[in-house]
């Protein structure tokens, strides 16, 4: 039996939806609805023709359990090795930093991709980062193939602090430190100062640690907030729903939380204040959707510099807007991965290294969509996959690589 009904409008359909996307009403299955021009159909139904809804006849998948195969026949391409060796600007291995055999095993795992470097950035100090040299050190194997960024504690923020870390910092580098990082999305978002207050990004009593850096030639990679949806409220519009009701953790409520533009501006302060200290903005300084907003940073901070981990999905969903960037500010962006997982670096090398199309991403959850090659030439490889790195990173070991 079909009921048929007219929707009344777009304030009828937001209280159906309801708060965190509870269940869809859709109890009339095959049932039609008409809409003005501009109104949304009600949920449950989707629109078959201009103005005409209609929900389905049978029940309706969710979301979490709708995983159509694609009927495309094209040509495809696996990329399980880098055209060029990488450095990893991004790494995260866990206990491959304490454990020789693990060590030993990583090294093979990196051969097999043709990851030439790992750059951790576990934010390591102190005798964590001595041990963790030594261990390298000691490989004969990877002596050269790893590397680590010096972490900066940024609790307790207020008199005395800088010149303790400024301090640290230099006893980091003695001990092995290339740079410093990764700083955490915890300053600007959860760290307090002494006095009790938020600590910003920008706050004038770090300034001694970013001129040390400038000093002592080290580059600083930042990540700074997140994808911007995590501010937005968690409905069916917001194109990260799945991520956001998966790991309840990402939610950033407005109330408690300073906002994503807040955190920008910090963040950009901060680059703009210290024009002699390279910087390395994570994710692509979660821009990744919006490349021109990056390229803008570019043109105004000589300092600045990105990396690619963990946005593959937008850099994949625009190959010919990112091709055409990656081209424009080939000297300016880092590979990096984030987590350690072998099997998700040859995503990486697919959609930069070829013009396949239409292929899954690595983690259903951040991404509805497919993924497309953007077909990068070698000298932009080259100088993404390693040259840059080690253009910023005078420490890295710098013989051996392709010319
Ligand atoms: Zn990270």
Not at 39 to 46: A, I, R
Not at 157 to 180: R, S
Not at 270 to 295: E, I, P, Q, S, Y
Request: hydrophobic letters at 40%; one cysteine or more; glycine letters at 10%.
């Amino acid at each position: 039996m079909r009921v048929r009904y007219v929707a009344r409008g777009l304030g009828a359909m937001m209280l159906a939806i309801g708060p965190l996307g509870a269940q869809q009403p859709g109890g009339a299955r095959g049932a039609s609805a008409t809409v003005k021009d501009g109104e949304e159909c009600p949920p449950g139904m989707t629109e078959v023709r201009p103005r005409s809804c209609r929900a389905p006849e049978m029940p309706a998948p969710s979301i979490v359990d709708y995983r159509p195969r694609s009927t495309l026949v094209t040509a495809g391409h696996k990329v399980p090795k880098a055209k060029y060796p990488a450095i990893d600007f991004h790494g995260h291995p866990g206990s491959q930093m304490t454990n020789a055999v693990e060590l030993e095993q990583m090294g093979a795992e990196m051969d097999a991709m043709n990851l030439g470097l790992m750059v951790t950035a576990n934010n390591t100090s102190g005798e964590a980062l001595k041990r963790q040299a030594a261990l390298v050190k000691a490989s004969l194997k990877m002596k050269d193939r790893v590397r680590i960024l010096a972490g900066v504690d940024f609790r307790n923020v207020g008199p005395g602090w800088a010149a303790k870390a400024v301090a640290q910092l230099e006893a980091d580098v003695a001990a092995g430190a290339v740079g410093i990082g990764e700083i955490g999305k915890g300053l600007g978002l959860s760290y307090r100062k002494a006095d009790g207050t938020r600590l910003r990004i920008d706050d004038p009593d770090l300034d001694p640690v970013w001129d040390a850096a400038a000093r002592l030639k080290l580059p600083v990679f930042i990540h700074t907030a997140d994808p911007q949806e995590f501010w937005q409220e968690i409905n069916y519009t917001n194109e990260r729903w799945l991520e956001l009701a998966l790991f309840p953790g990402r939610r950033y409520p407005a109330d408690k939380n300073p906002s994503f533009e807040e955190l920008m501006t910090e963040r950009d302060n901060l680059f703009r204040k210290h024009r002699g200290t390279t910087f390395v903005t994570a994710h692509m300084g979660w821009h990744a959707n919006d490349l021109g907003r990056l390229g803008r940073m570019f043109d105004e901070m000589p300092n600045l510099n990105t990396e690619v981990g963990a946005v593959l999905y937008d850099i994949g969903r625009q190959p010919r807007g990112a091709h055409d960037f990656f081209v424009k500010y080939q000297d300016r962006i880092l590979f990096g991965k984030d987590s350690y997982q072998p099997e998700e670096y040859p995503y990486y090398w697919r959609v930069f290294e070829t013009r396949d199309e239409y292929f899954d991403y690595y983690r259903g959850y951040h991404a509805f969509w497919k993924l497309y090659g953007i077909d990068l030439p070698d000298s932009v490889l080259k100088k993404v996959y390693y040259q840059n790195a080690l253009r910023i990173t005078r420490t890295l070991p710098q013989a051996g690589w392709p010319r």
